[in-house]
Each structure stands twice: as C-alpha cells, then as structure tokens.
C-alpha cells in the first residue's frame, strides 16, 4: 500500500496525532514549533543578510510606499543599518532591500 502525499491527508493524520496529545505533550509540541519557526526565520534572515556588504548602494520601500535609497553602514544581527541622504538613518529587514 502507498502512503499519500497529499498536503490534505497529512493534516488531518497530524490533527489526529494532536488530538489525542495530553497537555503536558501539546505544551513540549509548542515549544518544538516555536523553537523550529524561530530557526526558520533566523536562517532566512541570514540567507538574506549574505548578499549585501557593508557599503553597499539599497534601495527599499518604506511603510508609506515611497522608494528610499541608502548605503549600508552596519550589518545587524536581524537587520541592516542604512544612511540616507536626506531621511536620516533606518534599520531595515535584509528581505526588504534591493541592490
């Protein structure tokens, strides 16, 4: 017999697996979950964040739609440090910035 690889299939085996989970175990899946998002993010942010130096020309846009346009002066842990012209200094998520 083939097991299935439908996306479907697969949550509802896990829905039941959970369901019958106690509080204790749910509380120790939470944090597994957690932990696993958190290193999803920290590895995106990293993958992101290699390919820009410090010095570099970026250009992004802010909350209010407008273009901005920097050079980065510190790479950060989760983001980037950019002098602009005129708008003074922002720290920007690597995912946002463009070359």
């Known amino acids: 017999m ?3 690889n439908d996306p479907k299939d697969l949550i509802r085996k896990v829905e039941t697996l959970i369901s019958e989970l106690t509080f204790d175990e749910l509380v120790i899946l939470n944090r597994m979950s957690a932990d ?3 290193l999803m993010q920290k590895a995106g942010s990293l993958y992101h964040m290699a ?4 010095g570099d020309t970026v250009y992004w846009r802010g909350n209010d739609g407008m273009q901005r346009t920097g050079q980065i002066v510190r790479l950060n842990q989760k ?4 002098k602009t012209k005129d708008q003074g200094q922002w720290n920007v998520s690597p995912q946002l910035l463009s070359k």
């Open 51 to 54: 390919k820009f130096n410090v």
């Open 2 to 4: 083939q097991e299935s």
């Open 36 to 38: 696993r998002i958190r």
């Open 79 to 82: 983001t980037a440090s950019i």
